[in-house]
Every structure is written in C-alpha cells, then in structure tokens.
C-alpha cells in the first residue's frame, strides 16, 4: 500500500463529500486507501459518506474525539508507506497525490511534507509558520513582527518573508495536508492527545524534527483550502483553546526555569488577545 489518507470530520458533510469526489474523480495511479473519522457529526457526514463512498473506511464515532484522537485512529490502521492527513475542507488537484508522494521518494529524508494553499478565488493563503517559540510569540503579541515583515528574526513564527513559489525545508506546515512518511511515525509516535485540536500538528513536527528529519514546502501541489470549516462553528470556544494550546506547548517544550519569566507574560498577554479575538467574532 503506498497511501493511506485520513480525514477527521465534524458537521462538514458537503465539504467532505467534496473532498472525496476530488480524490475518487482523479484517483492516483497507485493503490491508497481513505479513512474517514467522523465524530458524531449532526449533519448525517457519515450516513452520507457510506452512501457515496463505499471504498472509504468509515469510523463513525459515539461522540467527538477532537482532531488529535481522530487521526491516531486512522493512523492506528494504515497500512500505507505514507500517511496524508487531510482537512475535509480541501479539493485536491487532479495528480496532486501522485506529485506529493513523488517528492517523498526523491527525498529520503523527507519526513513530512506540506503543500502551497489557496483560498476558492485563487488567493495565497500563508501556511507555514516557525515553531512558536516563547521569543516569537513575543514579538508577535508586542507587534515588532507588523513593524518589521520582512526580518527573519522579528518575524520568525509567522514567515511574512517566506517565498511560497520555491521547494523549501520549513519547520511546521499547516496541518490541512501534512504528507507523513510512516517510519516516522513508528519512529517518533502519533499525535500528543494534550492537544486535542491545536498544536498537535507542531508539536508533531517538532518531535519530528528533533529526530533527525527534514520538513519540506513543495509549491509543485496547489490545492483549494476553504478553512476553518469545524472550528468557525464554534469560534469563541476555539479563541481560547487555540491559547490553552500553545501554553500546554511551551510546558511540554520549553520547562527550564529560564523560560518561566517569558512563559508567564504571554499567557498574561494572550489571554486577553484570545477575549479580543472572541468579541471580534461575535459581532
């Protein structure tokens, strides 16, 4: 098996038979198998998915496992060399799959791979950032990364320089396409369940990283990201658990002593960012 792709879904039924249509009508020249996990969507996802998609392999959940439980569950079972874990709200292009696990081949040090972005209207959408390390993060929440976009220092978790038309080691792609090669895994583990839905994915590919793999951007795959098609269903929730994240991020990560001064200003710092972005949300 070359491929296996899992897809975790929650009340996305049109976009994620979408998703698949875009796998099914174009389907790679080598054997792959689908995992859908679907936890306990309202929307009749997964009556929708047996009925339309029959080759898929569904998990249909009792209640909702978070982002993190629902991949390793897919990840438990594949039996591909790669492993593509795949936001519902994504429509592939015709050989993007064969593309992506080409580039795998060619680079045998490849751990994982991620893929350029667009929105519906062909617009970039931004999707690799640095690890946020405690003197990124501050320099995002004290603004010096908006005066100075293009300084690698200032602007290190963010990467408003990053050249999205070239091949590029990075550190962390957006979790939408994360092209996983299956040593790894079995090398350095599945998703940390201490980040149900944020976070899991960086502190995946820091893991990854630290053990000897490189991470690639490949503009060669271009897919259509629509975005935040679970979350924005519950926005205000997700402000703060996006935060709750990244300090669970810093206490695995970051413990000695000397980071506590710093640790301790950016939760008092984004908490209050976190309340900001909530109000702006409701409106």
């Known amino acids: ?97 064969e593309k992506a696990v080409a580039f795998m081949e060619s680079h045998a040090d490849c751990g994982a791979l991620g893929v350029k972005q667009v929105h519906p209207d062909g617009r970039l959408q931004r999707s690799v950032r640095g690890f946020p390390s405690p003197l990124s993060i501050l320099w995002e929440l004290t603004g010096m990364s908006r005066l100075f976009t293009k300084s690698r220092a200032f602007g290190a978790y963010r990467m408003s320089w990053f050249d999205y038309a070239s091949v590029c080691e990075v550190d962390q ?10 040593a790894v895994i079995e090398q ?31 503009p060669d795959v271009e897919i259509i990201h629509y975005g935040g098609a679970s979350t924005s269903q519950v926005g205000v929730a997700m402000a703060w658990e996006s935060r709750r994240g990244l300090l669970s991020f810093y206490a695995k990560h970051y413990p000695a002593f000397w980071f506590l001064p710093l640790r301790a200003f950016i939760a008092c710092a984004s908490f209050p960012y976190a309340w900001l972005q909530a109000r702006s949300r409701k409106r």
């Open 173 to 182: 792609p957006m979790g939408t396409f994360l092209l996983i090669r299956q």
């Open 1 to 97: 098996m070359n491929l296996s792709i899992v897809i975790v879904n929650w009340n996305t039924r049109q976009l994620l038979l979408d998703a698949l249509e875009s796998i099914y009508n174009a389907p790679p020249s080598f054997p792959f198998e689908v995992f859908v996990i679907d936890n306990n969507s309202k929307d009749e996802s997964a009556e929708a998915v047996a009925k339309h998609f029959p080759k898929v392999v569904l998990i249909a959940n009792k209640d909702n496992k978070g982002y993190a439980e629902g991949n390793n569950q897919g990840m438990a079972r594949a039996k591909g060399k790669y492993v593509l874990l795949l936001n519902p709200d994504v429509i592939l292009p015709a050989q993007g799959l």
């Open 188 to 218: 350095v583990g599945m998703l940390d369940l201490s980040f149900p839905i944020f976070f899991n994915e960086v502190d995946w590919c820091l893991r990854c990283k630290r053990a000897g793999w490189k991470i690639y951007y490949t």
